[in-house]
């Protein structure tokens, strides 16, 4: 069906532009004898942790029955659906987008770390927060039902967190975090001595990962009526929150390789 398709069709397209991205930027360094820095293996292990984000969702897709209603599979595919998708799925897509964060700050300590010793320090802080921000999602993740076999097994005794409810902390968080790691370089950008043609094309390099962050503001239950998980038909109602998820890995590694 369609969302299958797009759920499927359009991160394989995306991953291989993520990947020619870090091997592009990967090869200039080499070419330009300059050694790896850590923000280059941080990118890396970013997009490998995309590549396996997405073959988590063909999982889902294929044998859990995402994007499908929950009427037209069975209970061994919900099982699969639950725990590939709702626990694994939110695990390495945290994973991928904060260590992609990381990296994105790691780039601006090289960068700006001596001529702008503040920004090295907001830096260090940020890195902290998301780190935080990370071990806060997977409590939240394994928490999800107590216990957690809950979440495949309805008919266990114990109890779940509405799913709609959960994004308010982590999700809006997120994207503050998003916004404040995006701003952090205009201003030592325009204190640059260069022209004013060359500090709007720098600050619109950096501000593309913009793009990674309205996906992260669209997957916000909470807040967006385009994404609303219907706990009575979770396979099909979660689709677009698990593709907006590998949409915006993707568009965060393009970003961060660009620079």
Not at 177 to 187: E, H, K, M, Q, V
Not at 247 to 253: D, K
């Given at each position: 069906n369609g969302p299958q398709l797009t759920i499927t069709v359009v991160p394989a397209i995306l991953l291989p532009l993520a990947t020619v991205a870090v091997f592009t930027r990967l090869y200039s360094r080499h070419i330009t004898k300059q050694k790896f820095a850590p923000d280059d293996w941080l990118v890396t292990i970013a997009?490998?942790?995309g590549y396996a984000l997405y073959a988590d969702i063909v999982v889902c897709v294929v044998l859990g029955g995402l994007a499908s209603h929950i009427t037209e599979i069975g209970p061994g595919n919900f099982v699969i659906f639950a725990k590939s998708g709702a626990v694994a799925s939110g695990i390495l897509w945290g994973s991928a987008v904060v260590v992609t964060q990381l990296s994105i700050l790691a780039f601006y300590i090289r960068i700006f770390g001596i001529a702008q010793p503040w920004v090295k320090y907001c830096s260090y802080v940020l890195m902290a927060l998301v780190s935080g921000w990370w071990f806060a999602l997977f409590g939240s993740i394994m928490g999800e039902c107590i216990p957690l076999d809950k979440l495949w097994n309805p008919?266990?005794?114990g109890s779940c967190i509405d799913q709609n409810k959960m994004c308010g902390g982590g999700g809006i968080a997120h994207v503050i975090?998003?916004?404040?790691?995006?701003?952090?370089?205009?201003?030592p950008v325009w204190k640059l001595h260069t022209s004013v043609r060359r500090?709007?094309?720098v600050s619109t390099i950096f501000l593309l990962g913009l793009i990674a962050t309205i996906c992260s503001i669209l997957r916000i239950t909470c807040l967006v009526d385009l994404v609303k998980i219907d706990?009575?038909?979770a396979t099909y109602s979660m689709w677009l929150a698990f593709f907006l998820e590998i949409?915006?890995?993707?568009?965060?590694?393009i970003a961060v390789s660009i620079p």
């Open positions: 997009l490998a942790l008919m266990e005794s975090l998003d916004f404040f790691i995006l701003l952090l370089p205009l201003y500090k709007l094309y706990e009575t038909d949409l915006e890995v993707c568009c965060g590694i």
